[in-house]
């Protein structure tokens, strides 16, 4: 029996570990995912429901519920249903007896346990305890169903000590697994925000915008180039200093997420030279978004650290085409920037449009 366990408690790893590695990949598609990740938990927890080990010809001992609480430490609703559900109709298929209920209701129970603790604000940043409470409801609810269906006797509750004195290490290990993996990730995340973000704005920096538009120039699409300066920004620098200078920036970029989609790409390419890319807006259309962005800016009050209340304004140069000509808009767009601070700033150019 021994051997048999340590053989589930492998098994669980691995099919933890790779569930894991799906929850982590990045896609657009969350709904997709979700529903992938929960028919993978509900896959490993009938895995392990059929390499159960029979304890005194009466009761199975399996570790089904360790895939729900994986699911309950990265904080997940519906792939935890998902997978309660597919280990629940497995679990009938040996027949609709009192049993098989008090085994599927275990399951549910043990799930909106798990959901109950995300309310917990106090163990949002306390990982371990999180998971060793996940372990902890768990093996309660277990242990419960197992002396139910085992009549309350003497038998089934030595039992169920032992499925809780097997399985708790084992799902604390898996807890340690968890959370090595998702610290990983974390990093790896942080790594890349820091490598493509601006640290001042908090906008894309100039190698995102380069990566975004070689993604853009893969879509074949129409798509609109937007340069932007802040006019006069040196004098502004000049007059009240660079730490007000770099507080204009913060609340600019912060105009910019306000008057812009949040699919559009926006990024912070020099000292006061913002970028914008934005797809599917016709001629017009992008005339009117930039329009609007450069109306908002100049009627904006801005606020130095002091709280004194300056206004500013911006020259915009646009460039509007398909995308697999991106190159030559960004040329465009420069040029039209230029234009429209040679025509006196505050105001917007539009170039040609790219075919």
Known sequence: MFISLVANSCISFTGIYFIAKVLNYHTNHQFAKNMVVGVLAGGLGIFLITQGV???????????????????????????????????????????????????????????????????????????????????????????????NGGFTLNALQVALLVVSISFPVGILITVLNIDVFLINQRVKE????????????????????????????????????????????????????????????????????????????????????????????????????????NSISKHEFKLLDHRVIHISVSIGIANGRSENLHEMIHLADDSLYQAKNSGRNCTYINETVV
């Open 54 to 148: 029979l304890y005194d010809e009466v009761v199975k001992i399996d570790f089904r519920y360790l895939a729900l609480i994986l699911l309950g430490f990265y904080r997940l609703i519906s792939p935890l249903f998902i997978a309660a559900t597919i280990i629940s109709i497995y679990r009938f298929s040996f027949g609709l007896n009192i049993q098989s209920f008090v085994a599927c209701l275990a399951i549910f129970l043990i799930a909106i346990g798990i959901i109950m603790m995300y309310k917990f604000a106090w163990l949002e940043k306390k990982i371990l305890l999180f998971g060793v409470m996940l372990n902890l409801w768990a093996c309660l609810i277990a242990s419960v169903a197992i002396v139910t």
């Open 191 to 294: 790594y890349k925000i820091s490598a493509e973000t601006d640290h001042l704005t908090g906008l894309a920096n100039r190698r995102a915008w380069e990566v975004q538009m070689k993604k853009f120039k893969e879509r074949s699409s129409i798509c609109n180039v937007l340069m932007i300066d802040i006019d006069h920004f040196k004098q502004i620098n000049d007059r009240y200093g660079h730490s007000n200078g770099d507080e204009i920036l913060k609340q600019f970029a912060k105009l910019l997420h306000r008057e812009t989609r949040d699919h559009d790409i926006k990024a912070r390419i020099g000292g006061e030279e913002f970028g914008i890319l934005i797809p599917m807006l016709s001629h017009l259309e992008i005339m009117n978004v930039a329009e609007r962005i450069r």
